[in-house]
């Protein structure tokens, strides 16, 4: 099975270095484990008409990963 790059822009990088440290953990391992598998059980694809490419979204507890597939 092939394995994805996952790539994060530097402002949702700064903002993961502040969440609380179980969170930040969580979020991390999480974003590493898209590299696997892009579209998780629990993930929900995004319909935004102005947006061309698949937009995706993953729910951690109150948080929210938005992330692009390619």
Do not use: C
């Not at 502040?18 to 969580?26: A, D, F, K, T």
């Not at 598998?37 to 629990?42: D, I, K, S, Y």
């Not at 993953?58 to 938005?66: G, Q």
């Amino acid at each position: 099975m092939s394995r994805y790059s996952v790539y994060i822009i530097p402002e949702p990088f700064k903002e993961i270095k502040n969440l609380p440290g179980n969170i930040r953990q969580r979020v991390r391992k999480t974003i590493s484990e898209l590299a696997d598998n892009p579209r998780p059980h629990n993930s929900k694809q995004l319909n935004i008409s102005d947006f061309e490419e698949e937009l995706w979204q993953l729910r951690l507890d109150n948080w929210r990963i938005v992330y692009v597939i390619t």
